[in-house]
């Protein structure tokens, strides 16, 4: 009986025991780096020993939503990038959607990402003023992600010798230039996402990055400035891009307008993504489909290549303009059509041969998507006539 009831209180004692804490800081530190910096900080009241774990958070992630008042907000990013003593942070997460942030607080937390080397900055904000000069003076930054549905204005250059990836979402960007050449100083730059950009510029928009593998372009805006100033501008007919990246592998688009493009020096292109679903073109629909069939040319050393449903049936749409035209792709080992998310197996014969027909694999290729052959169903035994 009493050992029974010694076992029983053991176990009572294991199941209460505090194993988080019984963990190293460094370990603790990683596993809050996933938090919001607000739960974080929550954790000091535990025991003695989490009271000043936070300060040395590698990550730091600090989002609006979670705080009921804005006032509130403000003061704990003082206070948290006051107080925080890690020499060298990796990465720091701002978002800020419920309010105007202040220039002074801006600056603060790009000021912080400066003198604490941190490799990773993340900042989404609705509304803000000022702008973002000094954070592009943060050589330490390798992944940059900067969400700015407010428009803030960049440079026209950005010059960052260590940086990996660039994500700009719902960002303005403005050039007097003639060819505006945004990404030529970032020798390092790997991964670019542009996403809802609103560009402003005079005629070409340079993408120009040697080192560049990954390119993704969804529902840009192009507009033409009216005078030096650019205090006027208009829509774009057409939008003109060339792409400079010798190693680039990976290009993405989605938009409801074909680029006019240009991308003569990419030889490692495998990967091809291309969503175009709508077509409010304000020309003819000949012209049109020329531009399509352009943008196709230029990334013809695709050897994966997945489209819309909506772009095979605006080629299906040109039939006789289709049959004219010479199959762009001469390397393609995969074809494949969404709908949605969901991969479809039926094309137009006439899209399918434009698509496959220029590669050593079209035999291969046009027999997955051939409708397979109907078996005969066999005559069940009871049906069988008698002998």
Same mark, same amino acid.
């Given at each position: 009986?009493?050992?029974?009831?010694?076992?029983?209180?053991?176990?009572?004692?294991?199941?209460?025991?505090?194993?988080?804490?019984?963990?190293?800081?460094?370990?603790?530190?990683?596993?809050?780096?996933?938090?919001?910096?607000?739960?974080?900080?929550?954790?000091?009241?535990?025991?003695?020993?989490?009271?000043?774990?936070?300060?040395?958070?590698?990550?730091?992630?600090?989002?609006?939503?979670?705080?009921?008042?804005?006032?509130?907000?403000?003061?704990?990013?003082?206070?948290?990038?006051?107080?925080?003593?890690?020499?060298?942070?990796?990465?720091?997460?701002?978002?800020?959607?419920?309010?105007?942030?202040?220039?002074?607080?801006?600056?603060?937390?790009?000021?912080?990402?400066?003198?604490?080397?941190?490799?990773?900055?993340?900042?989404?904000?609705?509304?803000?003023?000022?702008?973002?000069?000094?954070?592009?003076?943060?050589?330490?930054?390798?992944?940059?992600?900067?969400?700015?549905?407010?428009?803030?204005?960049? !440079?026209?250059?950005?010059?960052?010798?260590?940086?990996?990836?660039?994500?700009?979402?719902?960002?303005?960007?403005?050039?007097?230039?003639?060819?505006?050449?945004?990404?030529?100083?970032?020798?390092?730059?790997?991964?670019?996402?542009?996403?809802?950009?609103?560009?402003?510029?005079?005629?070409?928009?340079?993408?120009?990055?040697?080192?560049?593998?990954?390119?993704?372009?969804?529902?840009?805006?192009?507009?033409?400035?009216?005078?030096?100033?650019?205090?006027?501008?208009?829509?774009?007919?057409?939008?003109?891009?060339?792409?400079?990246?010798?190693?680039?592998?990976?290009?993405?688009?989605?938009?409801?307008?074909?680029?006019?493009?240009?991308?003569?020096?990419?030889?490692?292109?495998?990967?091809?993504?291309?969503?175009?679903?709508?077509?409010?073109?304000?020309?003819?629909?000949?012209?049109?489909?020329?531009?399509?069939?352009?943008?196709?040319?230029?990334?013809?050393?695709?050897?994966?290549?997945?489209?819309?449903?909506?772009?095979?049936?605006?080629?299906?749409?040109?039939?006789?303009?289709?049959?004219?035209?010479?199959?762009?792709?001469?390397?393609?080992?995969?074809?494949?059509?969404?709908?949605?998310?969901?991969?479809?197996?039926?094309?137009?014969?006439?899209?399918?041969?434009?698509?496959?027909?220029?590669? !050593?694999?079209?035999?291969?290729?046009?027999?997955?998507?051939?409708?397979?052959?109907?078996?005969?169903?066999?005559?069940?035994?009871?049906?069988?006539?008698?002998?």
């Amino acid at each position: 009986m009493d050992n029974k009831y010694t076992k029983k209180t053991k176990w009572h004692e294991e199941t209460q025991m505090d194993r988080l804490s019984d963990l190293p800081d460094s370990l603790i530190q990683h596993i809050l780096s996933f938090m919001d910096a607000k739960y974080a900080v929550q954790t000091c009241i535990l025991s003695k020993r989490w009271v000043g774990i936070w300060t040395h958070l590698q990550v730091v992630k600090i989002d609006s939503k979670f705080f009921n008042r804005v006032v509130n907000f403000r003061n704990f990013i003082c206070q948290v990038l006051d107080r925080c003593e890690t020499s060298n942070v990796l990465a720091v997460s701002t978002c800020m959607r419920k309010s105007t942030l202040e220039q002074s607080l801006l600056d603060k937390i790009i000021s912080f990402a400066v003198s604490h080397s941190v490799q990773e900055l993340d900042l989404s904000l609705k509304n803000s003023i000022g702008d973002l000069q000094s954070v592009f003076r943060c050589q330490s930054l390798r992944v940059l992600k900067l969400d700015l549905f407010c428009g803030l204005p960049l !440079p026209n250059s950005i010059s960052l010798a260590s940086l990996k990836a660039l994500i700009l979402c719902k960002v303005r960007l403005k050039s007097e230039n003639h060819c505006f050449d945004l990404f030529s100083s970032c020798l390092d730059l790997q991964n670019l996402v542009l996403d809802h950009v609103f560009l402003i510029i005079s005629d070409i928009f340079n993408i120009s990055a040697p080192a560049l593998v990954n390119l993704t372009i969804s529902n840009i805006r192009f507009h033409v400035a009216m005078d030096a100033n650019i205090t006027n501008y208009a829509s774009m007919e057409y939008q003109k891009v060339v792409i400079t990246a010798p190693r680039l592998t990976s290009f993405s688009f989605t938009h409801h307008r074909p680029l006019s493009l240009s991308m003569d020096n990419s030889p490692l292109l495998e990967n091809v993504n291309l969503s175009m679903f709508k077509y409010d073109l304000p020309y003819t629909q000949e012209r049109s489909f020329m531009f399509v069939i352009d943008m196709l040319r230029q990334l013809g050393n695709a050897r994966s290549l997945t489209v819309s449903l909506g772009l095979v049936k605006f080629l299906s749409q040109h039939s006789r303009l289709l049959e004219e035209q010479p199959f762009p792709f001469s390397k393609l080992e995969s074809l494949k059509v969404l709908k949605g998310r969901q991969s479809r197996k039926k094309i137009p014969p006439n899209v399918l041969n434009f698509f496959v027909q220029g590669s !050593p694999m079209a035999e291969e290729l046009l027999a997955k998507f051939q409708k397979p052959k109907k078996r005969m169903r066999k005559q069940p035994m009871d049906d069988w006539p008698d002998v």
